[in-house]
């Protein structure tokens, strides 16, 4: 039972402030961005947006949305989060459910769990790793983003974990009704662990769209980047020397900070369109198999 005291109504006002700060802390530069790529050029070149557009124009986003350049990393984009978070989840499903299981059952299970571990622990280093990608035939190719990142430990860890929490019985009973462990992760395990895969696939699907440095550095040409590498070459960089003339034009109305702010909200608006379909998976896939009972 709850006592309306005092003390509990000063813990719910300080708690309901600090959260909801923490909220208006994250969501402020996000409406931000949007007032400025919705600004003409003049008020935002001057610094005359704060919170709403002044003097809308969508200018910036019609530009940005007929630079070639910029379709053809988000669609080299799309196609990695497919296929990394199709083949990551799979590969994380087969590999933390075998290291679920007691020593008993899977014998080798204590070394293939340190195997796993040290990967996150030790690394080979940078150069190994790209002579590894590069010796495989996969430079300049979508499968360099996809595969040498297949196996998220940090998920297997997760997953693992929920996977331990689940009843033994749940198992057993499928065995002793002529099921296999086949049978058991497929019609037992993954329905029961989707909280935690929605979980691990959010992350997943953030990792693979927020990557940009392996872009940069297993691309040789730009047409293949992401668009996270494209996003870090254009407005980090402030790489132009690209830009035809018929852009250049087309610039006149469009300041290089609305610009920018266009192409970042646009890149980022797939993941918040994204996340408040998983997030009561999420809320539930962080805590779950922390508690044993």
Not at 87 to 106: C, D, G, R
Not at 249 to 268: C, E, L, P, W
Request: glycine share 6%; with cysteine; hydrophobic share 50%.
């Amino acid at each position: 039972m709850h006592h309306d005291t005092p003390g509990r109504k000063l813990f719910l006002t300080v708690n309901n402030v600090m959260l909801i700060g923490l909220a208006l802390l994250c969501f402020l530069p996000i409406i931000h961005i949007l007032a400025v790529s919705l600004s003409s050029k003049g008020a935002a070149t001057a610094g005359l947006v704060k919170l709403w557009p002044v003097q809308f124009t969508l200018s910036s986003y019609e530009y940005v949305l007929n630079k070639p350049q910029f379709l053809i990393s988000m669609w080299v984009t799309v196609q990695r989060v497919v296929l990394g978070t199709s083949i990551s989840m799979l590969l994380t499903l087969l590999v933390a459910y075998p290291l679920s299981k007691e020593n008993h059952q899977f014998r080798f299970r204590t070394a293939f769990a340190w195997y796993f571990v040290f990967t996150t622990l030790f690394s080979g280093g940078l150069i190994p790793w790209y002579m590894t990608i590069r010796d495989t035939g996969l430079i300049d190719h979508i499968w360099a983003l996809v595969i040498p990142g297949a196996v998220p430990v940090f998920n297997v860890i997760l997953l693992l974990n929920f996977f331990r929490g689940l009843p033994r019985e749940l198992e057993e009973s499928c065995f002793m009704d002529g099921g296999n462990y086949w049978t058991s992760l497929w019609r037992i395990y993954a329905p029961l662990s989707l909280p935690a895969m929605a979980t691990v696939t959010l992350f997943t699907i953030v990792g693979h769209w927020n990557s940009w440095f392996d872009g940069l550095i297993l691309m040789n040409s730009p047409d293949n980047y992401p668009l996270s590498s494209y996003l870090q070459t254009v407005i980090v960089q402030e790489n132009l020397s690209n830009m035809t003339a018929d852009q250049a034009a087309a610039m006149a109305d469009v300041s290089n900070r609305t610009f920018k702010a266009a192409q970042i909200f646009i890149g980022s608006l797939p993941i918040l369109l994204v996340y408040p379909f998983l997030q009561r998976y999420f809320v539930k896939g962080i805590v779950l198999g922390s508690v044993k009972g």
